[in-house]
């Protein structure tokens, strides 16, 4: 029965903890300067090696989930492929389409 409390308890506060998360995402793409271990010039490598292997190739439909700043979509959109770019970030959105529009 325990278990099932914990269980229960942790069902309810998982939308509070969401939504803080979100708003200090939001918060810190908000900041023009903000920058991230993993942000890059363009792609990370591996997404560059993948194209040069033809793992993805023109005309191909790619999903970037979680695109932040949109340096993967546009790298990829460059080489001719569809990508749709989503990020739970409106302000990271709203960078991309400053940057790469």
Not at 27 to 45: I, K, P
Not at 65 to 86: N, R, Y
């Amino acid at each position: 029965m325990a278990r099932l409390l914990n269980a229960v308890a942790e069902l309810v506060a998982a939308p509070a903890r969401h939504w803080r998360k979100r708003r200090e995402w939001e918060h810190f793409w908000s900041d023009e300067t903000a920058s991230a271990f993993w942000l890059s010039e363009g792609a990370q490598e591996p997404v560059r090696q993948a194209v040069r292997e033809g793992w993805i190739t023109a005309g191909d439909k790619v999903f970037d989930l979680g695109c932040g700043i949109g340096q993967t979509s546009a790298f990829l959109a460059s080489v001719g492929c569809d990508v749709l770019g989503v990020d739970v970030s409106t302000a990271a959105i709203r960078r991309a389409g400053e940057s790469y529009a």
